[in-house]
């Protein structure tokens, strides 16, 4: 069975809101074994949307839809919806208790215009909205089985796992599952290359590379008639990727972080760590701190971005700055033991650049960067040179410093382990 998603909203053809919706239900389609080939956005237009569903009810099975479902007179899904499949609106009774003790329980009086959110297509399926007044709703055609649901994801999410998933798992007979390989620090035409003759060859399951910054994302999916043999099918070809990509991957799970990979493997060896950040003023600590837990190993984080500040806080010696300037290898060096040494941590990262786009020369161009991390006392610096905005240049420093750190530590405790064997 094929399946279609369109996204209804003139906010998301302005670019006012990020279409999340459509991303979210193309990979629970595939979850599920329907085959996504189409996905619309269209505006808050009668005509338009008419023109859109009658398409993909001619080239679908499964036609998904979010958003119009509110109580405006912009919100018009439902009754085009209605109207394209000759349907008449009823009121459904359920569906109104359920607005009202909506608004009582919040002791809000509801406006008449809410109540036009109970009007449903007779014969459809209605579907509970926990989150909010806008109902869901299932209805079968003929030819077809549509979809509709709200459009804010704090209401089509839960409604969509638990009422609309269910339903679609009953309409194939197979399921479709994806494992999700996350590598750092190896850019993709490698990792392509790498895999050529894999992707070469592939039928099921299938592979697929995702660039990220400073990550490459590889995706094994495999389809199954059932959940067990979809997964029996990706296995050998994730255990493939390991021997390839050894320690260049950090996980093999979709949900975990390359910040949530670093702090593990910082708590998982007693370690403590502190950050020192120039240009990328306080974004490394925002990462690390986004994991739960981490406050077990993370001592401090300072944004030391003037040079007064670097020679106060971190002990940068004038010197050094005066000859090297503050973006060098040098300057980086001692930002990382200064840090180290400030907050007796064990591991400490720092980071000195020109994020731009002013301030860069010849000699120290825009996206010059300079990584240091200290382990133990023992500090490795690199040099990289990004390219982009400010923002991006920033994000990628970001990034390359927890991959830096990352690589330190594990270089680290390989000598350590292994060093005197």
């Known amino acids: 069975m094929t399946a279609e998603i369109i996204c209804v909203g003139t906010e998301l053809l302005l670019g006012n809101i990020v279409n999340t919706n459509a991303a979210y239900l193309a990979e629970k389609l595939a979850g599920v074994g329907l085959d996504c080939y189409y996905q619309t956005v269209v505006g808050d237009n009668v005509e338009r949307l008419a023109g859109v569903l009658k398409c993909a009810m001619e080239r679908s099975d499964v036609i998904l839809l979010s958003g119009g479902l509110g109580p405006t007179e912009d919100d018009l899904t439902k009754e085009t919806v209605a109207e394209v499949c000759g349907k008449n609106l009823s009121v459904d009774d359920h ?17 008449e215009n809410n109540w036009k959110q109970a009007m449903v297509p007779e014969g459809a ?49 197979g399921v479709i599952c994806s494992q999700t390989v996350k590598l750092c620090g190896v850019p993709e035409s490698q990792v392509e290359d790498t895999l ?24 094994v999916t495999a389809s199954g008639e059932d959940t067990k043999a979809a997964g029996k099918a990706i296995k050998p070809v994730v255990k493939e990727l390991k ?39 306080g974004m490394i600590a925002a990462r690390i701190i986004n994991v739960p837990g981490v406050s077990e190993c993370y001592k401090a984080g300072l944004v030391t971005y003037s040079n007064k500040a670097k020679r106060k806080f971190l002990g940068v010696r004038k010197s050094t700055l ?20 400030l907050m007796k941590s064990d591991v400490a990262v720092a980071v000195t650049g020109i994020a731009g786009p002013d ?54 405790f390989s000598k350590v382990t292994f060093g005197k064997k």
Do not use: W
Request: net charge negative; charged share 25%.
């Open 95 to 111: 569906s109104m208790e359920r607005i009202a003790e909506f608004f009582a329980v919040r002791d809000i009086q509801p406006t």
């Open 125 to 173: 399926k209605v579907l509970d909205n926990d989150n909010g007044t806008a109902p869901g709703i299932i209805l079968e055609t003929e030819k077809n089985r549509i979809v509709l649901l709200p459009g804010p994801p704090a209401e089509l999410v839960p409604m969509f796992e638990q009422q609309v998933l269910p339903y679609l798992d009953t309409l194939t007979p």
């Open 322 to 341: 005066d000859k090297y300037g503050a973006v060098s290898s040098k300057t980086a060096s001692e930002m990382a033991k200064g840090a180290a040494l």
């Open 243 to 281: 021997s390839r990509f050894g320690a260049d991957i950090y996980s093999t799970k979709a949900e975990t972080t390359l910040e949530m990979a670093v702090a593990d493997l910082l708590m998982a060896n007693d370690l403590t760590v502190t950050t020192a950040e120039s240009c990328t003023g």
């Open 196 to 219: 050529k003759d894999l992707i070469d060859g592939q039928t099921n399951p299938t592979i697929a590379t995702y660039a990220k910054t400073g990550e490459v994302h590889i995706r």
């Open 359 to 412: 301030g860069g020369t010849e000699e120290k161009p825009v996206g010059l960067v300079y990584i240091g991390c200290s382990i133990k006392g023992e500090v490795t610096v690199k040099e990289y040179h990004f390219s982009g905005t400010r923002s991006q240049i920033r994000e990628a420093t970001t990034s390359a410093a927890l991959i830096l750190m990352r690589s330190c530590i594990l270089k680290y």
